[in-house]
Every structure is written in C-alpha cells, then in structure tokens.
C-alpha cells in the first residue's frame, strides 16, 4: 500500500509560479522508479481532469493541451517524490491538485487507471 502526501499549494498572482509536490510513503526507492505518476485537478463544479503523467523512469510525460508549456512534471525517485511545476498560471488553473499513481502502469490521462490517491492540495490564483 503506498500514500500520496500533496504539498505546495497555495495563493499565487495570475502570472505566478507554484511547484507542488507529491510524496510517496510505503515505496521504497527500488520499487517507486516502478510507479507511473500523474497530476490531476478538480475546480468546483467541474469534473475532475488529467493534467501530466510520467512514467517510473521520468523518461516519457504527457500534458493536457491546457498546461502544456506552462507546466513541468517530474521526479526524483531517491526521494520518492514527484513534482509538477506551474509557470505563467492562469485563473482557469485553480483547482485542487491530486496526485496519482500506479504501479507497472501505462502513461495515462484515464483516471480509472491509477490505483494510488493522495487527498489534494488547493490552488487558488488571483487576479
């Protein structure tokens, strides 16, 4: 069983820079390089949507077209941890982040298809 702890979020101007981290406990560093790891995000009222994955050697990623450029996942597995740095964010990007994982899984935006949930972070952006 592993645990997602989310952390970092907070207020930020439009325009402004946030880097959120999720933390992995229960994997050690041998099998976390084995998890593939995403962000997703939920604002209110809306569904909850895919915002990047990486897979468990950091090599391959994916961004919904809406943060791609804007957005960087990555991560250190010593440290079982993942990253998603937020450049240039915009009052459509406040919602509360989750962190996501699988083991052995496929780079993907389906939800359903990771197993491991942390409880969210909230990002608020001002104008």
């Known amino acids: 069983q592993v645990q997602l702890v989310e952390s970092g979020g907070g207020l930020v101007q439009a325009g402004g820079s946030l880097r959120l981290s999720c933390a992995a406990s229960a994997a050690s560093e041998r099998t976390f390089g084995s998890y593939t790891m995403a962000w997703f995000r939920q604002a209110p009222g809306k569904d909850r949507e895919f915002v990047a994955a990486?897979?468990?050697?950091?090599?391959?990623?994916s961004y919904a077209d809406s943060v791609k450029g804007r957005f960087t996942i990555s991560r250190d597995n010593p440290k079982n941890t993942v990253y998603l740095s937020m450049n240039s964010l915009k009052y459509e990007d406040a919602a509360v982040y989750y962190c996501?994982?699988?083991?052995?899984?496929?780079?993907?935006?389906?939800?359903?298809?990771?197993?491991?949930w942390g409880q969210g972070t909230q990002v608020t952006v001002s104008s």
């Open positions: 990486i897979s468990g050697s950091g090599g391959y990623t």
């Open positions: 996501a994982g699988d083991r052995w899984g496929v780079l993907s935006r389906d939800q359903s298809k990771y197993t491991y």
